[in-house]
């Protein structure tokens, strides 16, 4: 082997089908670029045909490695001894079982060669059948440290930079089954640059017994990711807990919810009534009724931005609900939602902002502290909520800006449903959140100047949002946090051509979301 190679990729072996083994070593031989070293680590296998394989290997290619445990113990232990004699500047995680798409060193070094920053690279991947069929393409998120927490999204294929990977302490025993898992949440913690390539670089083989085969096939590993995320919100200073998630290999993560912070609940409305489920009701008055019943805020004000048409009855039985919580705001002058949100917005008195249009309904408990947990992270400029319609189907799980188009991510979906790779189960961050729901720190939302009113009905939120991203800040969604959303029953939906066509000219036409979902 010529010179110290750029990457020693790590494969531990255990009992792996001989033909399969070969054709995982063949997918490292086949590889575009060069400078590799696959270290082989045999755990015992007591099958002698995998150790014949791996020796053969070895004497045909220099570059190839091969360790025999003398005892069987287990993944983290094979890991590790691969990890110990590692040469290159980065390890690669490659299972004994899988396949490395022909390209996939060649660009990872080049992501590598545009930032000499970067600690850690993943990639998108798909599934192989035993006919070599291809499916369950996974077209992965950019860096998504939240969504990292609810699940191992990043997984493979998996490429950090060996010193960090030794200085995090290598693969952590306690992990077992979860250990990549828990080292990337530790090597990304102290990673200065993230790196995603958006191709599919990596073929996990599907297996009877294997995760790829069935998620629950592996129960102690879920059990060891819990204790793995559980550990990384304590490194990184979230106040709450891990818990597991609805499905296997999923994580909740239960902040500790924010009750002290003085939060403005900012509701645009006109009093408008109308018919839901059957019965008569003013919108505004359920919405505050439904919110005030479902948290237990210390400091709390009900910032109400009020039409001069809005019938005083309202805003009377609104006083009798929120009592000395409620700041009536009056706005005059042409309908325009992005002005009425900024009035509402100088007129709070509240650290924290909370944004609600007029027809919504509170379903979950706690959703004022659960929406400002996340924005005590100083990268979190936003918080959304999950938003249904009437009848009960999805309304809003995150915006997507994606190939030209700003749209609701599983827009009209079934309630209970997973959503792609479980995306609807799990926090996540987001290209945008509409604005019927959003919370946002005072400084933030200053900082970015605001709702611009040069969108007074549509597009007003993803303007924002992505001043907000633009900023540096990162946009979280969060499933937990439940409300009906009786959309623009207060107002006409229309969506005018020239609505379309500023938002596109203030930002361009998007292409690929890298938060796709």
Same mark, same amino acid.
């Given at each position: 082997?010529?010179?110290?190679?750029?990457?020693?990729?790590?494969?531990?072996?255990?009992?792996?089908?001989?033909?399969?083994?070969?054709?995982?070593?063949?997918?490292?031989?086949?590889?575009?670029?060069?400078?590799?070293?696959?270290?082989?680590?045999?755990?015992?296998?007591?099958?002698?045909?995998?150790?014949?394989?791996?020796?053969?290997?070895?004497?045909?290619?220099?570059?190839?490695?091969?360790?025999?445990?003398?005892?069987?113990?287990?993944?983290?232990?094979?890991?590790?001894?691969?990890?110990?004699?590692?040469?290159?500047?980065?390890?690669?995680?490659?299972?004994?079982?899988?396949?490395?798409?022909?390209?996939?060193?060649?660009?990872?070094?080049?992501?590598?060669?545009?930032?000499?920053?970067?600690?850690?690279?993943?990639?998108?991947?798909?599934?192989?059948?035993?006919?070599?069929?291809?499916?369950?393409?996974?077209?992965?998120?950019?860096?998504?440290?939240?969504?990292?927490?609810?699940?191992?999204?990043?997984?493979?294929?998996?490429?950090?930079?060996?010193?960090?990977?030794?200085?995090?302490?290598?693969?952590?025993?306690?992990?077992?089954?979860?250990?990549?898992?828990?080292?990337?949440?530790?090597?990304?913690?102290?990673?200065?640059?993230?790196?995603?390539?958006?191709?599919?670089?990596?073929?996990?083989?599907? @297996?009877?017994?294997?995760?790829?085969?069935? %998620?629950?096939?592996?129960?102690? &590993?879920?059990? $060891?990711? /819990? !204790?793995?995320? =559980?550990?990384?919100?304590?490194?990184?200073?979230?106040?709450?807990?891990?818990?597991?998630?609805?499905?296997?290999?999923?994580?909740?993560?239960?902040?500790?919810?924010?009750?002290?912070?003085?939060?403005?609940?900012?509701?645009?409305?006109?009093?408008?009534?109308?018919?839901?489920?059957?019965?008569?009701?003013?919108?505004?008055?359920?919405?505050?009724?439904?919110?005030?019943?479902?948290?237990?805020?210390?400091?709390?004000?009900?910032?109400?931005?009020?039409?001069?048409?809005?019938?005083?009855?309202?805003?009377?039985?609104?006083?009798?609900?929120?009592?000395?919580?409620?700041?009536?705001?009056?706005?005059?002058?042409?309908?325009?939602?992005?002005?009425?949100?900024?009035?509402?917005?100088?007129?709070?008195?509240?650290?924290?902002?909370?944004? @609600?249009?007029?027809?919504?309904?509170?379903? %979950?408990?706690?959703?004022?502290? &659960?929406?400002? $947990?996340? /924005? !005590?992270?100083? =990268?979190?400029?936003?918080?959304?909520?999950?938003?249904?319609?009437?009848?009960?189907?999805?309304?809003?799980?995150?915006?997507?800006?994606?190939?030209?188009?700003?749209?609701?991510?599983?827009?009209?979906?079934?309630?209970?449903?997973?959503?792609?790779?479980?995306?609807?189960?799990?926090?996540?961050?987001?290209?945008?959140?509409?604005?019927?729901?959003?919370?946002?720190?005072?400084?933030?939302?200053?900082?970015?100047?605001?709702?611009?009113?040069?969108?007074?009905?549509?597009?007003?939120?993803?303007?924002?949002?992505?001043?907000?991203?633009?900023?540096?800040?990162?946009?979280?969604?969060?499933?937990?946090?439940?409300?009906?959303?009786?959309?623009?029953?207060?107002?006409?939906?229309?969506?005018?051509?020239?609505?379309?066509?500023?938002?596109?000219?203030?930002?361009?036409?998007?292409?690929?979301?890298?938060?796709?979902?």
């Amino acid at each position: 082997m010529g010179g110290v190679p750029r990457f020693s990729i790590l494969t531990p072996v255990y009992n792996t089908p001989v033909v399969v083994l070969r054709s995982t070593i063949d997918s490292v031989l086949a590889q575009s670029y060069p400078e590799w070293e696959l270290i082989l680590v045999d755990d015992m296998s007591p099958d002698d045909r995998v150790r014949t394989a791996l020796r053969k290997a070895a004497r045909a290619d220099p570059r190839i490695r091969v360790i025999e445990r003398a005892e069987n113990g287990g993944i983290v232990a094979a890991s590790n001894d691969a990890l110990a004699v590692a040469a290159g500047e980065f390890i690669a995680l490659l299972d004994h079982d899988d396949v490395l798409d022909p390209d996939a060193l060649r660009l990872v070094s080049e992501a590598i060669d545009t930032d000499r920053d970067v600690d850690y690279v993943y990639s998108d991947e798909d599934k192989v059948d035993a006919m070599g069929g291809v499916f369950d393409r996974f077209d992965k998120p950019d860096w998504s440290p939240e969504r990292l927490r609810g699940q191992m999204y990043t997984g493979h294929f998996s490429v950090l930079r060996t010193e960090l990977a030794r200085a995090v302490g290598g693969f952590d025993p306690s992990t077992e089954g979860s250990q990549d898992h828990d080292l990337v949440l530790k090597v990304t913690e102290r990673a200065r640059r993230i790196v995603h390539v958006p191709d599919v670089l990596y073929h996990w083989r599907v @297996l009877p017994g294997s995760t790829a085969h069935s %998620s629950d096939a592996k129960p102690y &590993a879920w059990e $060891a990711g /819990l !204790r793995a995320v =559980d550990a990384h919100l304590g490194r990184v200073g979230i106040l709450g807990h891990a818990e597991f998630g609805p499905v296997p290999g999923t994580y909740r993560i239960a902040r500790e919810p924010e009750l002290d912070r003085r939060v403005s609940v900012i509701i645009p409305t006109r009093g408008t009534a109308g018919k839901v489920w059957g019965a008569q009701r003013v919108f505004v008055v359920e919405a505050v009724r439904s919110l005030l019943a479902r948290t237990e805020h210390r400091s709390l004000e009900i910032v109400v931005v009020y039409d001069s048409d809005t019938p005083e009855s309202v805003l009377d039985e609104l006083g009798e609900i929120a009592d000395d919580r409620l700041l009536p705001v009056l706005f005059e002058g042409a309908f325009n939602f992005s002005r009425k949100c900024n009035v509402g917005a100088l007129a709070a008195t509240g650290d924290a902002l909370l944004f @609600l249009n007029d027809d919504v309904e509170a379903i %979950s408990e706690e959703i004022v502290g &659960a929406m400002l $947990a996340p /924005l !005590r992270e100083p =990268d979190v400029g936003m918080t959304g909520a999950m938003l249904y319609f009437e009848d009960g189907g999805i309304q809003h799980a995150g915006h997507l800006h994606h190939m030209g188009q700003y749209t609701h991510a599983y827009l009209g979906e079934r309630a209970d449903a997973y959503g792609a790779f479980s995306s609807l189960l799990i926090n996540r961050e987001a290209s945008g959140l509409t604005a019927a729901c959003i919370a946002m720190p005072r400084t933030v939302f200053l900082e970015v100047g605001g709702f611009s009113e040069s969108f007074p009905g549509n597009f007003n939120d993803v303007d924002l949002c992505n001043k907000v991203r633009q900023a540096g800040y990162r946009l979280l969604w969060l499933p937990d946090v439940r409300l009906y959303h009786f959309e623009s029953r207060s107002r006409n939906p229309l969506v005018h051509s020239y609505e379309e066509k500023s938002i596109l000219n203030r930002w361009g036409g998007p292409q690929r979301d890298p938060f796709l979902a």
